[in-house]
């Protein structure tokens, strides 16, 4: 009896074990990439910068860190500067600046309410 309930207990323990290691797999070390977006963003000017980071994410592909790519891409639609993950992404920001602008707004209220 008690070989029965010590063997269940091992294997509640080895569950524990494994899932807390498979969680602490789950969790990336962002520590390279983040490092990599701030050196990216440090070519930006000052000015430019701050405003990349209001804004985060790209305004096309706004899963897309500004500065995961390279520098970021500065355009201006209607006087305001936006800002893009990458070249690829001007085409699409100019066709549609309506919706980009509106992008960008979200991009940053959401940035704020999360500070
Ligand atoms: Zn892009």
Redesign the pocket.
């Known amino acids: 009896m008690s070989a029965l309930r010590f063997g269940a207990f091992l294997i509640v323990a080895l569950l524990l074990i494994a899932s807390g290691c498979a969680q602490q797999n789950d969790s990336p070390p962002p520590s390279d990439k983040e490092a990599k977006i701030k050196a990216s963003l440090d070519k930006l000017d000052p000015t430019d910068r701050q405003l990349a980071e209001e804004q985060r994410y ?1 305004a ?2 706004t899963e ?1 860190r500004l500065g995961s ?1 390279d520098k970021p ?1 500065k355009i201006m639609i209607e006087d305001q500067p936006v800002f ?6 001007e085409k699409r920001a100019l066709k549609d600046p309506e919706k980009t602008l509106a992008t960008v707004k979200k991009l940053k209220d959401h940035h704020e309410s999360h500070e």
């Open positions: 790209c096309v592909e897309k790519m891409i893009l993950c990458c070249k690829g992404c």
